[in-house]
């Protein structure tokens, strides 16, 4: 954990630097993209799985089963 606090904080520092901003706004921009980007490098990032990705076993005869089944719940 010591490490990556370490790694972290050495990326933050590359991001971050020094810099002359003529705005609030423009180093808050600043700010914030350092932050994430040093964060990514450092810890990494989690790739999710989209839900409404379609399986492959997922095909028109699946579905028509389905609804038979649905249809069939429905009258009962």
């Known amino acids: 954990m010591k490490v ?3 790694v972290y904080k050495k990326k933050l520092d590359e ?3 020094e810099g002359n901003f003529e705005s609030t706004e423009e180093c808050y921009q600043h700010l914030v ?3 994430l980007q040093a964060a990514k490098e450092a810890l990494g990032q989690k ?3 989209s839900i ?4 492959s076993y997922w095909n028109e005869e699946i579905e ?3 609804n ?3 249809k069939i ?3 009962n």
């Open 68 to 70: 038979k089944k649905r």
């Open 15 to 17: 991001k971050l630097g």
């Open 52 to 55: 409404t990705k379609p399986f």
């Open 4 to 6: 990556l606090v370490f």
């Open 33 to 35: 993209k350092g932050i």
């Open 73 to 75: 719940f429905d009258l």
């Open 47 to 49: 790739v999710l799985r």
């Open 64 to 66: 028509q089963l389905v």
